[in-house]
């Protein structure tokens, strides 16, 4: 091996995913095009390169890199390149200038080792001066990351994230214990820290492999929505999956057991096996809700009857008699669950029982499991509606830098009532927590659609409560007249009930445009948003449609419906500053979904006058400013607070011209479209086309083939997902301990 020591002067190829970079190395003598994975390579750098020469039959002569360690530049031409290169947050081309015009070939020493000199500079406080010394410092730590992991196999995209959960342990953590990748850093999964495992020499039959591979078919689980799993199926997905005998498998799942790592239940086939937060979560969903709906209030001094007709007059509405019964029954009840389709009235319902407590003087608090179904409750009660986390008041514990919910058993919820609207979309983590911080009096109404896609989360909270038939349940099921004047209101019940749809009735609102192949769907799809519905209706064609995918990938999914909307809505323009990160490109004006909770994410008014912190999985902004010297995205969300974005961050953010049905649950949107199209059967439900539809408020329109949109009607299966919360509240009525 041959080693060649110069400055990089010229970058000619990076690939970002892999690492593979062309570059131009300055050498004593000449320059030198060199080659291979070198991912951290910026201009300007001295770098020392070990590999040999080939002869490229299409480039001549490169030297091909096997491994390369960066030096500090000594020069204050190098010095330059490397601080105006962007690698450094905070200095750019003028502020680079500025540090080598005050301290020449010591400016790096300065930055590293005293980097509070550099407020003698102009512009430079001492809030910056210490943001670019530990951008320099993390800088340098990353390059040493990637450059000790690139052996295993792992990208620098992923180094980048290691780092940021990890920090200056991270080889450490990584070479201890490689499965912990997968546990904690998103994207990177069983078979890729598998794959690192082995590299490192480790053997298939390594108890931590085994016990790796047990805890992350139980967390697979998770995902598609089960609390638990059979033991014979964690059996047989984990000895798959490690391609290794069962005898094995059922071996560590005691041991596991034992150790309090998983935990066993019997069942009445076989034993369940849990992770231990789930099992705790949907026993204790279980006890607290008979606890709360088994206690006994003291008669109300009121005439229901008379007060419901009162409050008719003053609103002018009138309930139906399932609308009443749901008003009486809040008030009997210490749980009540009200569930209906669109247009059945569950609004006005909430907002009559609203009254009556008010007119009895209690404390009512509402909530909603995420930040744009709070919003949508707000609106229609004209009321304060939290998001669950909110009303839980998610904090920092004083124990541990970890988040919590400061509500609790401990320190409970004061309120006299609490209202949850959107439950369908709560699973059994956090309806625990929720439980958890209501005392033993406070009346609890749960509001949801029964038919709704399940929480994205583990369980199937709503719809096991009102199976059990243990918790009262009042469901709405008259459709109003006012209601019925419009096709989306009609049209989702008949998809409820696998009828046929009205389609292209003349001045309605739900409309059908045959197209069949994937390239006409996406052409009429584009033609809609850039062009017809905004001349027709007057939208703007950015904020009021919103385009729901039932899947990711593919012609018709998020990611390329996205790519080519992002062309028509909002396309390059030598105005809009744009930045370049895993293969996106933000660009200011870009609609962008946060796609992960945030609690600690600090947000601020543009006035400056408001301030305050957490952002939520769901929430849709618009990028409002991009920093490139500072390396920011800022997003306005809620057409008032700002959030400021880190590059590092921007994993938190997709772009949203359009979105999954999924991730539409709790919103609403003036004008839906809906690609209809071949997709996995298990992607062409009738409740995710429900669900779908029931997410526009005046305009839904399918583009697509007719045959997909009947299957879908069709298609009433629903997966089932291993929950125990229905059978364990079905217990109290068969074992005789309900009081009724």
């Known amino acids: 091996m041959e080693k060649i020591k110069g400055m990089i002067v010229d970058i000619v190829f990076k690939n970002e995913e892999n690492g593979y970079t062309v570059a131009s190395l300055e050498c004593e003598d000449n320059d030198v095009t060199i080659v291979g994975c070198m991912p951290t390579l910026t201009l300007g750098e001295t770098i020392e390169v070990e590999g040999k020469w080939i002869n490229h039959k299409v480039y001549g002569m490169q030297f091909e890199v096997s491994s390369f360690m960066p030096s500090t530049p000594s020069s204050v031409d190098g010095i330059y390149v490397y601080l105006s290169s962007g690698m450094i947050k905070g200095i750019g081309p003028k502020m680079a200038q500025k540090i080598i015009d005050k301290f020449g070939v010591n400016s790096l020493d300065i930055i590293q080792m005293n980097p509070e000199k550099l407020t003698q500079i102009d512009g430079i406080g001492t809030k910056k001066a210490d943001q670019i010394g530990k951008s320099f410092e993390e800088n340098r730590e990353l390059r040493n990351l990637i450059i000790n992991l690139s052996k295993y196999g792992i990208s620098p995209n992923y180094c980048l994230k290691i780092y940021k959960k990890y920090k200056n342990k991270s080889v450490e953590i990584v070479e201890k214990n490689p499965y912990k990748l997968a546990e904690d850093i998103r994207g990177i999964g069983f078979k890729l820290a598998d794959n690192i495992a082995s590299k490192m020499g ?103 009857e008379e007060e419901i007709k009162k409050i008719e007059e003053e609103e002018n509405i009138k309930l139906a008699n399932n609308q009443k019964e749901a008003v009486i029954q809040a008030i009997k009840k210490g749980v009540l669950v009200i569930t209906g389709g669109p247009g059945t009235g569950k609004t006005t319902t909430i907002n009559t029982i609203i009254k009556i407590f008010e007119n009895l003087k209690m404390d009512i608090c509402l909530g909603a499991p995420t930040g744009r179904a709070a919003k949508r409750m707000s609106e229609t009660t004209n009321k304060e509606a939290k998001t669950i986390h909110r009303l839980l008041e998610m904090g920092y514990s004083s124990e541990e830098n970890e988040l919590v919910f400061m509500k609790s058993d401990e320190d409970p919820l004061d309120t006299d009532v609490l209202i949850i609207d959107e439950v369908s979309m709560v699973d059994v983590l956090l309806m625990y927590n929720l439980l958890k911080a209501i005392k033993v009096g406070t009346r609890v109404i749960l ?202 961050e921007l994993d938190e953010l997709e772009h949203s011209f359009c979105t999954t049905i999924h991730k539409s649950q709790g919103s609403e949107f003036p004008v839906i479209i809906i690609p209809i199209t071949w997709a996995p059967p298990m992607l062409l439900t009738r409740n995710l086309l429900y669900t779908a539809v029931t997410r526009a408020k005046k305009l839904v329109v399918l583009v697509g083939d007719i045959k997909y949109l009947n299957y879908m009607i069709k298609n009433n299966r629903i997966y089932d997902r291993h929950s125990n919360l229905k059978l364990k509240l079905s217990r109290f009525i068969e074992e005789g301990l309900l009081i009724e």
């Open 447 to 648: 509001v949801g659609d029964s038919d709704q896609l399940p929480s994205v989360g583990a369980g199937n909270v709503l719809k096991d409560i009102i199976d059990s038939d243990v918790i009262k349940v009042v469901k709405l099921n008259e459709i109003f007249r006012q209601a019925k004047e419009s096709m989306i209101v009609v049209n989702a019940h008949k998809i409820n009930k696998g009828e046929s749809l009205y389609l292209n009735a003349k001045d309605k609102d739900f409309y059908f445009i045959q197209k069949n192949n994937n390239e006409d769907i996406v052409k009429e799809i584009l033609n809609l948003v850039h062009e017809r519905l905004p001349v027709y209706y007057g939208i703007d064609n950015i904020k009021d449609i919103q385009i729901l995918s039932p899947m990711r990938k593919g012609d018709t999914g998020v990611f390329n419906l996205n790519a080519q909307l992002q062309k028509v809505l909002n396309p390059k323009d030598k105005l809009k500053v744009e930045e370049s990160f895993q293969k996106r490109i933000f660009r200011v004006g870009d609609k962008v979904m946060q796609i992960k909770n945030n609690y600690t994410k600090k947000w601020e008014t543009e006035d400056g006058l408001e301030k305050g912190e957490g952002v939520y999985n769901g929430d849709i902004g618009y990028i409002y400013h991009i920093d490139k010297e500072e390396k920011n995205i800022y997003v306005l969300f809620d057409e008032s607070k700002i959030i400021s974005y880190d590059y590092n």
């Open 202 to 304: 480790i053997s298939p039959y390594s108890k931590d492999r085994i016990g790796q591979g047990i805890i992350y078919t139980l967390n697979k689980s998770l995902s598609e929505g089960h609390t638990f799993l059979p033991k014979s199926k964690i059996i047989k997905n984990a000895s798959s999956l490690l391609e290794i005998e069962e005898e094995y498998i059922k071996d560590m799942i005691m041991k596991l057991a034992l150790e309090q790592k998983i935990q066993l239940e019997k069942g009445p086939i076989e034993d369940n096996v849990y992770l231990i937060p789930y099992y705790i979560s949907e026993n204790g969903v279980c006890k607290k809700l008979i606890e709360l709906s088994q206690y006994k209030f003291k008669d109300i001094k009121i005439d229901i």
